[in-house]
Nanobody, 119 residues
Framework: QVQLVESGGGLVQPGGSLRLSCAAS????????MGWYHQAPGKQGELVAV???????SYRDSVKGRFTISRDNAKNTMYLQMNSLKPEDTAVYYC?????????????WGQGTQVTVYS
């Protein structure tokens, strides 16, 4: 059974930092493109950052220079270091694992972790 479990969310003041983790089980982690998405109240979900199996990264413009995505394939875990947090970063953050293998898509989601940046 595939499980993606996020942790590390919480309350933080503007300018603060949080580190999110996503622990994966039931998949060959190193084969998956891993990503963080967020969804603010009343808004659609958005891709925040993605990291390929080879370690290439990409970020949405609003978090460039503030957030860093990384992965540890030996620990089956992905991270999101969030610095200089802003109130507009407030959202539920979801972990995603995606793979296309022999024309079959594998797409898994975690339950989410709440990040609240309050002033």
């Amino acid at each position: 059974q595939v499980q993606l479990v996020e942790s590390g969310g919480g309350l933080v003041q503007p300018g603060g930092s949080l580190r999110l983790s996503c622990a994966a089980s039931g998949i060959i982690f190193s084969r998956y493109i891993m990503g963080w998405y967020h969804q603010a109240p009343g808004k659609q979900g958005e891709l925040v950052a993605v990291i390929t199996s080879g370690g290439s990264t990409s970020y949405r413009d609003s978090v460039k220079g503030r957030f860093t995505i990384s992965r540890d394939n030996a620990k089956n875990t992905m991270y999101l270091q969030m610095n200089s947090l802003k109130p507009e970063d407030t959202a539920v953050y979801y972990c995603n694992a995606y793979s296309l293998y022999e024309s079959v898509e594998y797409d898994y989601w975690g339950q989410g972790t709440q990040v609240t940046v309050y002033s």
